[in-house]
């Protein structure tokens, strides 16, 4: 289940902003007031990590996640996202629905219905 990372720090001026967490993957999820205008569900963490991008203004996206381990003998870089990948989002989607429960429902089913527009799209 999703638990919410507490204390994300906001930025005066810029969208307001929710991360939460599960076992293998992340959402953060951006607000103008309160309509949600942005998410990213990033999963299969352990496993070649992908992100599914959606906002707005510029519709769905499908990234790998380089974790940033790559180099053996230096430090951890920060994880980035890097090549495009085709949209798929039965994978991202079969992982999310053993996430979702608690209290945020309404804001996890409103994930799930985009999830499901951009199915329908492909």
Known sequence: MFYEVKGVKQE???LRRRWFQAEDMDLIVWFEGIELV???????RHLGERSIIWSRESGYHHHRIDDGEQQ??????APIITGYLPLDFSAAKEAY???IDGD?????QEVLDHLDRGHRQQ
């Open 38 to 44: 942005r998410f990213q569900l990033s999963y299969n």
């Open 104 to 108: 945020d429902r309404p804001l996890f």
């Open 97 to 99: 629905l053993k996430h």
């Open 12 to 14: 005066p001026g810029n």
């Open 72 to 77: 053996p003998g230096h430090y951890k870089s």
